[in-house]
């Protein structure tokens, strides 16, 4: 098959009856070209061979077969060699030196590196690099005046540091799903490291928050007029440097870092096709901390139901022995053992499903008691099924009157079309959270454009540059200076 998907020959010294010693002599080669010898004659490698066992009854003419075999599939290139001629018999027989091929080096490579991870995913979650992403944008951002060199470096830059993100974050994700992860989280031994992973994940998705808004940012002020500028000069740096591989080849350099920027962009602020894989790492990153949670607290739960109390007992014991009168034990044992006929009562009921309700704001819940005994059985009888249609009512006209007054409080901090934080008197709490929200939700999307709880479509100016204190009846908080505009119909109020 012609074109980008013909055979590979190159791979077959990987999978044919003698691969064991083909893959000896490439390993030989691929070591030696990282040590920039790039020739080798056939006696050293017949003399690094004979140093293994297994190489004993190798010799010279089965190694020159081989080296044919490996040039036929492109693993070696062959030179004749003319210039150390010293006998007769070199000069009829002609002597080759072999060199390896930019193919089979890429293969060794990927090899030794599949060698030392085994089979198991790496990865790390590096919260470093969102920051140099961060400050490489910001270069950019100020590049008009660089030179091409310098534009060149920002690019290769921005590159390195988002293929070490996405390359890290993938792999370690899929470690922490792994069965060998799993069996290892599962482990007692993993109880001494929970709190160092627990931070670990929470000090990234820390530094993931803080960074991403500014990456975000940056990324959504870069027009497409001022990437094409800065992509011409990286196209001026790389046409003066000479490599072997353009030879030949006319390829539209600035049309493919336009492509590379678009994906680089959509892993921030998603795409057409569906969500960001920024928001998909955070993601990951949360249920991972919740799993982690989980299973420590059942492996907590385990080791506490199998752990023998009999040393406690017989410290308690002895500590009852040194008491100077009954009095003074009956003391002890009101601690230790508390009230025998203390009631622990609990009820399982959801007052509300308002979730910013404080607990002081809740009213009491009833709860009944039924004796815990084998016998006991309820007693029912039929009663007629009651019409709920009022209470049903009742709550939602609650719930809308609740919903009209939020919206008239919302409206009334309106100034026209947009609402400007730091010019509101004190607000009443839920004001507070919902404004919040808002910010959230925006801050995800890369238009900073949301729909609220009301219909209303608003975007969110953030200046991160002025700091502003939103009072509320229940405190104050710091925060950068926030615009709500109301767009479209909205607007008009």
């Excluded at 599939?73 to 006998?87: D, F, H, I, M, P």
Aim: aromatic fraction near 12%; hydrophobic fraction near 35%; glycine fraction near 4%.
């Amino acid at each position: 098959m012609e074109g980008p998907f013909k055979r590979v020959t190159e791979a077959t010294y990987l999978s044919t009856e003698k691969s064991d010693k083909y893959r000896a002599i490439l390993r030989f080669f691929y070591i030696q070209h990282e040590r920039l010898r790039e020739f080798l004659f056939p006696e050293e490698v017949f003399a690094h061979l004979k140093e293994f066992s297994f190489f004993a009854n190798y010799d010279l003419d089965e190694l020159h077969t081989d080296l044919s075999s490996l040039v036929k599939w492109g693993n070696l290139r062959a030179q004749q060699e003319s210039g150390k001629v010293k006998t007769v018999d070199e000069f009829k027989k002609r002597r080759f030196r072999y060199q390896i091929t930019p193919y089979t080096v890429e293969f060794e490579r990927m090899l030794i590196q599949f060698e030392q991870d085994s089979d198991t995913f790496g990865g790390s979650l590096e919260k470093t690099q969102f920051e140099r992403i961060y400050q490489t944008l910001k270069r950019i951002q100020g590049s008009i005046n660089d030179m091409p060199e310098v534009c060149a470096q920002h690019w290769d830059d921005l590159l390195t540091y988002f293929k070490k993100i996405t390359q890290n974050t993938s792999d370690y994700f899929a470690y922490l799903r792994s069965e060998d992860a799993s069996e290892q989280i599962k482990s007692e031994a993993f109880l001494l490291y929970k709190d160092q992973f627990t931070l670990y994940l929470r000090e990234f998705i820390i530094a993931l928050q803080r960074t991403a808004a500014g990456i975000q940012d940056v990324m959504v002020s870069l027009s497409r007029e001022d990437m094409r500028a800065f992509f011409q000069k990286v196209a001026r740096h790389e046409e003066k440097v000479f490599r072997f591989e353009r030879i030949g080849l006319e390829t539209d350099h600035i049309a493919e870092m336009e492509a590379t920027w678009m994906n680089v962009k959509a892993w921030f602020l998603g795409d057409e096709a569906g969500e960001s894989q920024y928001e998909n790492v955070q993601q990951q990153t949360n249920d991972a901390i919740r799993r982690i949670t989980r299973i420590v607290q059942r492996l907590g739960e385990r080791s506490q139901l199998q752990r023998s109390r009999k040393e406690d007992y017989l410290h308690l014991a002895q500590w009852f022995l040194r008491l100077p009168s009954i009095e003074e034990a009956h003391k002890l044992a009101s601690v230790a053992f508390g009230v025998t006929h203390t009631k622990h009562i609990y009820s399982d009921h959801i007052p509300t499903d308002d979730i910013y309700t404080d607990v002081w704001e809740e009213a009491p819940m009833a709860h009944e008691r039924v004796p815990k005994i084998r016998e006991y059985r309820e007693k029912t009888k039929a009663t007629a099924l009651e019409d709920h249609r009022e209470l049903k009512e009742k709550a939602k006209k609650e719930h809308l009157e609740r919903r009209l007054y939020e919206r008239q409080v919302i409206q009334a901090y309106r100034s026209g079309s947009e609402i400007v934080l730091e010019e509101l008197p004190v607000v009443e709490p839920f004001v507070r959270k919902l404004f919040l929200s808002w910010i959230g939700k925006a801050m995800a999307r890369a238009d900073h454009t949301i729909k609220t709880e009301y219909g209303d479509h608003i975007r969110v100016q953030l200046d991160r540059t002025r700091t502003i204190t939103l009072r509320s009846k229940d405190g104050e908080m710091k925060m950068p200076a926030v615009t709500f505009h109301f767009i479209g119909k909205e607007a008009r109020g």
